[in-house]
């Protein structure tokens, strides 16, 4: 009997010493165990798969071909201080995993760099790439792009003393590179409500 | 691929969970407690402060270095203090790492239930310090500058509203924020990203909460901002018979007059647009205060009815004094075991006000110096360079100590 009574206090001291596990993997599209009501890993993820989804299924976008996008990063008007271009970067990623090049990306980011590389190129001081004839191939100008996608996180928050809580709302918009006319606009939202611990009241 | 279609990584490792140990839990859970309720406490930042104001930077420095590797607790705590050294020496990379990580501390207000039990059962200042709102607003402040100055001024538009929302926000929204110079540094964000609508609004509210300063006044479009810190924050100590209250002290001595010159000609005086002091001391009482009232009634009635038995013990019969005294003396260690003194940790190297200067010189380079009165020195570099820029406004800073 007594070994019965050993192997549960065990078990239960097993058990409740998960309590404070030094870390554990836990699933990016749940809410965590650390409260807060600011951007969360689920938040990034929604966002951008509904943005994604949002974007392959508007047909005006691809009545011309192929639509070449320059992505800006977002602006961030909330309160809090995070890295937003996170959201765009996994927003891009699944349209490039996923839209099997319908949507196509100009890389502005990267603009300095390919200007030199051109240059390089051009000097004679690096190779230049052929074409299937196996002649020299400069002929291709940087692209310009056909729509540029925008985007503002913005917020309300309140605070009780007890509960707070933020809303936030993420809008995106396509604008015509050459005529400025807004295509498409989409957003996410959420808000979370958040309880303070007693001893921070 | 495992369950779901899910990779192995990204499955909740149970089993790692489970080797944390016995001894471990036992520590969290009985011994940590058991230790908080005999008193221990966490340290403060005061001898740190104290060094920094006598002008041992790196005095200053090592102490906080020691107390950041040694309390987990005080980590935000160490993290903003250690943030204004590394403005004083300019060092935005690192002023930005800490300001944010003690900005992410400070966020989480749940509070896990062994801390709540240690600050319950225990001392106060055993608990994660997480900072009054003002010191909340004053991490987003700085956070805010730092990130305006690595021109990230989305994210310093962010910290700007924070700073006026945790001022704000505490007690059913009963107080506005009054803070000023946090309004016209959101104004600016605002403006920087294109908001102008925005921008007008919280000018206006700054202009109102400080109107006798002319850097916020309207028309006044200057390039050049110049933010003057001065003085000493305001230190928070225990009041009450078992230190179960709190009470802000100010040090309001400040220069009579502080003179910026440009290229070394004079350029003006900055003006007092926000009072840290009067943020610290106008917020309402906390929900905790009761659970200290409470505590420091326990405390006197345990103290006054262990005296008592004592007393008595002298006057019953013989066979009862032994019980009697027993009793006493269990009550006294009751009221010797309940610790209701209240939290003293603050952040030392606040200042006491926020000083605001608005005024313009011709784009390019220029030399630029604050000069404050006798007695008083700029904690950082004496000169610094500044590039005004052919459109937009630089954001000059000094802090300015006896």
Request: hydrophobic share 40%; aromatic share 8%; glycine share 10%.
């Amino acid at each position: 009997m007594g070994h019965v009574w050993a192997k549960l206090l065990l078990v239960g001291l097993t058990m409740l010493s998960a309590c404070g596990a030094p870390m554990q993997r836990v699933d990016p599209d749940q809410d965590d165990a650390l409260g807060g009501t600011g951007v969360d890993s689920a938040d990034v993820r929604a966002t951008a798969d509904k943005i994604a989804r949002s974007i392959v299924a508007m047909p005006t976008i691809f009545a011309r071909g192929t639509p070449y996008v320059v992505v800006q990063d977002p602006q961030n008007q909330t309160r809090f201080p995070i890295n937003d271009s996170m959201i765009v970067d996994r927003l891009v990623t699944l349209l490039v995993q996923n839209s099997a090049g319908r949507v196509q990306f100009v890389d502005r980011a990267n603009w300095e760099l390919v200007q030199k590389e051109r240059q390089l190129k051009r000097s004679g001081a690096v190779s230049v790439p052929t074409d299937g004839s196996g002649q020299p191939n400069l002929a291709a100008a940087p692209l310009g792009t056909d729509y540029f996608l925008t985007s503002t996180l913005k917020s309300l928050s309140k605070d009780n003393g007890e509960l707070n809580s933020d809303y936030i709302v993420v809008t995106f918009k396509l604008t015509d590179a050459e005529t400025g006319a807004l295509v498409w606009q989409d957003d996410h939202e959420w808000k979370k409500v958040g309880e303070k611990g007693v001893i921070y009241r | 691929m495992e369950e779901g279609g899910r990779e192995g990584r990204d499955l909740p490792l149970i089993t790692a969970a489970m080797r944390s140990g016995v001894l471990g839990f036992l520590r969290r859970t009985v011994l940590l407690p058991v230790a908080c309720a005999l008193g221990c406490s966490a340290p403060g930042t005061a001898d740190a402060g104290r060094a920094w104001f006598a002008g041992d930077s790196a005095g200053a420095r090592a102490l906080l270095d020691a107390r950041l590797a040694e309390d987990p607790d005080g980590r935000a705590l160490y993290l903003n203090e250690l943030g204004v050294l590394d403005l004083e020496r300019r060092d935005l990379a690192a002023a930005e790492q800490r300001f944010g990580e003690a900005w992410r501390l400070m966020e989480s207000l749940a509070g896990d239930d062994l801390d709540a039990v240690g600050a319950i059962v225990g001392s106060e200042a055993s608990k994660q310090w997480r900072g009054d709102p003002f010191e909340r607003a004053m991490n987003s402040w700085y956070l805010g500058l730092v990130y305006w100055w690595r021109g990230v001024h989305d994210n310093a538009l962010a910290c700007f509203k924070n700073a006026i929302f945790v001022d704000s926000s505490h007690g059913e929204e009963r107080f506005d924020c009054d803070f000023a110079p946090a309004l016209f540094l959101e104004g600016l964000a605002y403006r920087r990203l294109g908001e102008v609508g925005m921008a007008e609004r919280s000018f206006a509210v700054a202009r109102e909460l400080a109107p006798g300063c002319p850097a916020l006044a309207a028309g006044n479009d200057g390039n050049v901002i110049v933010i003057v810190e001065v003085g000493r924050g305001p230190t928070k100590v225990a009041a009450g018979k078992h230190g179960e209250l709190t009470r802000f002290v100010a040090h309001p001595e400040v220069p009579p007059a502080i003179e910026l010159l440009a290229d070394g000609q004079r350029f003006g005086s900055p003006s007092r647009a926000g009072d840290v002091h009067f943020q610290a001391s106008t917020r309402g009482g906390r929900d905790f205060d009761s659970i200290l009232a409470t505590k420091s009634g326990i405390k006197t009635g345990t103290e006054v009815a262990g005296i008592g038995a004592l007393l008595l013990a002298d006057d019953v019969k013989d066979k009862h004094q032994g019980a009697m005294v027993v009793a006493g003396a269990a009550l006294l260690l009751a009221s010797f075991a309940v610790r209701a003194e209240a939290d003293t940790r603050h952040w030392t190297t606040l200042p006491h006000e926020v000083q605001l200067f608005r005024g313009t010189l011709p784009p390019g380079k220029h030399r630029f110096e604050v000069r404050p009165g006798a007695g008083w020195r700029v904690a950082g570099p004496g000169f610094e360079e500044i590039e005004v820029p052919a459109t937009g406004e630089v954001l000059v800073y000094q802090r300015v100590l006896r």
